[in-house]
Structure formats: structure tokens, C-alpha cells
T-cell receptor, first 117, second 115 residues
């Protein structure tokens, strides 16, 4: 079956702009998580959506937001972009069934690389 | 809070050499431990996992044993190939700390295998 699809693959924006990234999970998966990957900070958890509701949230400012649609596709929005937002943004999907993450393996997309100039 | 520490890279080996990538963790609860691999231009793939102490995860010739006494989950492979060149990430998911639905990551270790 098709994997996790993230679009676009690359984005270039300028400071102050906003951006929307998209993630289509594996068919049948209801949970979508977002991560930010930077060379200095590594991978950091942004938030998780399950059945259109935010279920878990990391320690990012309110400029970072997301949503999930009824077909489980998710979007992430970053407003008022800053230079430090330049990163690879990864989306991961899982079945999202109740229980620990070890029983709900996350499958990752190839990511969207955002460059803020 | 919970954290994962990995050995810094890059690690450069010749083909058929033995690989060890160290990973230690700090967790308040009972974490599950994971190794993910990221090949150039691709997303992360789960390599192996272990959910309780003394469990050994294995896949594609890679192994890691969950050592609670040393809070470690070192990745090993007996004979690496050029195709193993990638970045390897150690991660944990901590059930009892309310973090059971997110992964906490190490910074990654880049591995380059020369023919």
C-alpha cells in the first residue's frame, strides 16, 4: 500500500510569511504526528492528531498549528516565519489505536524541507 | 525530563567491519526503545525496537538489547555493507510519563561505509 506522502518536498519562504505543509497518511491510519528536524536540535515533536483532534502537543510556540481532516489527511501551518524555522518537517502516521506507541509503529514520510530567507 | 544520548558521528567503517553505535537514555517511567534509520533523501524507517528490559530487537543483521541496568540500547551489526550508509537515530517512548504517544530522539549518528 502507498506510504506517507508529504507535499511539497521543498519550500522557500521569506521571514514574516506563512506556510502550509500537507501530509497524507497510510490508508487506514488515523493518527498523524509532526516532527521538526534540524542539525542543532535533532528531531523534536510538534503535535499529534487523531480523528481530527489534537491529542498531544510539544513545546513549540503558537505560530505552529495543525489540523486534521475527516479523511485523516493533516496540514501543518507556520505563521510569521522566522529564520530559525528552516528545517525538515516530518510527518508520521500510525493506526493510532489505544495503547503505547510501541504497539502503534509510526511510519514516516520523506519530509518537507523548508528554507526561510 | 526524558532524553536520549547517542554517540557523535560521523562513523566511517570499511565494508565487513563490526559496527557499534552507542545509545543511552534517561526516562522517568518504563520506556520502549527504538532505532530508526534515515537513508539520504528519504524519511525515517523503523529498524528495530524493544519494549521491556532484556528484550533484543533485531532486523537486517542489526541488533540492540534493552539494558535497564545501564540504561542503554546500543546498536550493533557484525558486518556492515556499503548500503548501510545512513543516519541512525535512537528514540524512546515513555509510557508512564504521559509520553506514550510521542518519540523522544537522539541527535542521530551518521554512518559511512567504504567499499
Amino acid at each position: 500500500k502507498a506510504g506517507v506522502t508529504q507535499t511539497p518536498r521543498y519550500l522557500i519562504k521569506t521571514r514574516g510569511q506563512q506556510v502550509t505543509l500537507s501530509c497524507s497518511p497510510i490508508s487506514g491510519h488515523r493518527s498523524v504526528s509532526w516532527y521538526q528536524q534540524t542539525p542543532g536540535q535533532g528531531l523534536q515533536f510538534l503535535f499529534e492528531y487523531f480523528s481530527e483532534t489534537q491529542r498531544n502537543k510539544g513545546n513549540f510556540p503558537g505560530r505552529f498549528s495543525g489540523r486534521q481532516f475527516s479523511n485523516s489527511r493533516s496540514e501543518m501551518n507556520v505563521s510569521t516565519l522566522e529564520l530559525g524555522d528552516s528545517a525538515l518537517y516530518l510527518c508520521a502516521s500510525s493506526s493510532g489505536l489505544a495503547g503505547a506507541l510501541a504497539k502503534n509503529i509510526q511510519y514516516f514520510g520523506a519530509g518537507t524541507r523548508l528554507s526561510v530567507l | 525530563g526524558d532524553s536520549v544520548t547517542q554517540m557523535e558521528g560521523p562513523v566511517t567503517l570499511s565494508e565487513e567491519a563490526f559496527l557499534t553505535i552507542n545509545c543511552t537514555y534517561t526516562a522517568t517511567g518504563y520506556p520502549s526503545l527504538f532505532w530508526y534509520v534515515q537513508y539520504p533523501g528519504e524519511g525515517l524507517q523503523l529498524l528495530l525496537k524493544a519494549t521491556k528490559a532484556d528484550d533484543k530487537g533485531s532486523n537486517k543483521g542489526f541488533e540492540a538489547t534493552y539494558r535497564k541496568e545501564t540504561t542503554s540500547f546500543h546498536l550493533e551489526k557484525g558486518s556492515v555493507q556499503v548500503s548501510d550508509s545512513a543516519v541512525y537515530f535512537c528514540a524512546l517512548s515513555d509510557l508512564n510519563a504521559g509520553n506514550n504517544r510521542k518519540l523522544i530522539w537522539g541527535l542521530g549518528t551518521s554512518l559511512a561505509v567504504n567499499p
